[in-house]
């Protein structure tokens, strides 16, 4: 029997939602032959329709389900196992668009476009509501709702659902040009390890003067390493499409500015873009004239687009579908004769061969002490020695080789154009 992709909007406005949409991602996961692929960030939204309720809490899983024997079957069982799921958690009938002890919605079943009467036991026990009856995949009103849309584009921006002449990131876009963007915040991401909501505030741009250092970041270690290398190299490709020499460039995980100082100094305004309000303290030091933005890269929407957008530190590598988040980062904001410079690790890379091996980079000495590799997916830590300590980072990374890096560029609407250099792992990608 074969699988399928789903994608299962979640919701609820009654008691304490967060907590009730956790537990429910953890019975979804538990239900037979589903492992769950992916969970969303979780997002405070107002409520449509009947806007007289409290606001909503939503997220969007993404479930590998048993497909059945045909599409229809293998999404009717999973439709029914979602309505048993709202009973179970106190789901009662009640006013359209009212408030919900959860909602569980069928989005997507993988490519398929579906319309089914619904078995008895996902059926509405309301007569009035007769063309409930049906199921409906892709969902009906999905493309029309950012409290859907933006948690989906969270997990597959470049998915372009059955019967939609658009992608998700795009449909996502195009409904904040008409809702309030505000409406649906992301209030906390999913915790993989704890399977529980980690807090997290949108981002916010940072005024003069900067935070003040405060979460522990190795700063210290990046503001020893040197990027004059790697800006030469970004600003010769830039020149290389056709480029302005000073062209503005959107930095996306920016750091200590290793990379900002230098471009600026090549005659690029830069707006420079990290989580770190220390390594963000340090651009400011570095960079007075550099505009800074304060926050997550995968929620950034500046509502604009630039010329270039450099995706450096091998974030393209991120686990799961986190780096396909980034690369959407990039392709939003991106003008349409403009270029992406992005970091990946190398795809011939020798992970084995790499390990205890110490190199200097400028002030820093960097040694890989562990690469353990299962499939596409690598654990490891690696050791950085400056002239103010040692430290140890460890990280997971996502490994692409060729094709799969291609197959992400596609999926955001990108297209890969070129290695600048591969040993290093830096390639040119254009608007597809």
Not at 62 to 90: I, M, N, Q, W, Y
Request: charged content about 25%; proline content about 7%; some cysteine.
């Amino acid at each position: 029997m074969g699988r399928a992709r789903a994608y299962v909007g979640l919701g609820a406005n009654i008691g304490d939602a967060t907590n009730t949409l956790a537990a429910a991602i953890h019975t979804l996961a538990a239900l037979p032959g589903v492992r769950l692929a992916g969970v969303s960030r979780l997002y405070a939204t107002a409520p449509v329709g009947v806007t007289d309720q409290p606001e909503f809490r939503n997220a969007v899983v993404a479930l590998d389900v048993p497909s059945g024997p045909d599409p229809v079957t293998g999404a009717l069982a999973l439709l029914v196992a979602l309505k048993g799921l709202e009973r179970a958690f106190g789901r009662r009938e009640g006013q359209r668009w009212g408030p919900r002890a959860l909602d569980l919605d069928l989005l997507v079943f993988g490519r398929h476009a579906i319309r089914a009467e619904r078995p008895r036991a996902a059926r509405s026990d309301d007569p009035a509501r007769a063309a409930a009856q049906w199921l409906t995949v892709p969902h009906t009103s999905a493309h029309e709702r950012l409290f859907v849309l933006a948690p989906l584009a969270d997990l597959a921006p470049g998915l372009r659902p059955p019967g939609w002449g658009e992608t998700v990131a795009a449909a996502r876009d195009r409904r904040m040009s008409i809702e309030d963007p505000a409406a649906v915040r992301p209030v906390a991401r999913w915790d993989r390890v704890a399977g529980a909501w980690e807090p997290q505030d949108p981002a916010v741009l940072v005024g003069d003067g900067g935070p003040v250092a405060r979460d522990g970041s190795p700063v210290a270690v990046y503001l020893e390493l040197p990027g004059d290398e790697e800006a030469a190299l970004i600003h010769g490709a830039l020149l290389d499409v056709g480029l302005p020499p000073d062209c503005e460039i959107l930095e996306l995980g920016c750091g200590a500015g290793r990379v900002t100082a230098p471009l600026s100094a090549l005659g690029h305004r830069v707006v420079a873009v990290d989580q770190s309000e220390a390594m963000l303290a340090e651009v400011r030091r570095r960079v007075p004239h550099a505009a800074l933005v304060l926050g997550d890269v995968e929620s950034l929407n500046l509502g604009r687009r630039v010329a270039a957008v450099v995706l450096g530190s091998h974030l393209v590598n991120a686990e799961a579908s986190l780096g396909t988040a980034f690369l959407a980062t990039c392709r939003r904001h991106l003008a349409p004769d403009g270029a992406v410079l992005i970091q990946a690790y190398d795809p011939d890379m020798d992970w084995a061969a790499a390990t205890r091996r110490r190199t200097v980079n400028g002030a820093v000495a960097v040694t890989l002490l562990r690469a353990d590799r299962t499939g596409d997916r690598l654990v490891g830590s690696v050791l950085y020695e400056t002239r103010g300590g040692r430290w140890v980072q460890e990280f997971v990374a996502t490994l692409l080789d060729e094709n799969s890096l291609r197959a992400a560029l596609d999926l955001t609407a990108l297209r890969f154009e070129r290695w600048i250099d591969r040993p290093a792992g830096w390639l040119v990608a254009r608007p597809a």
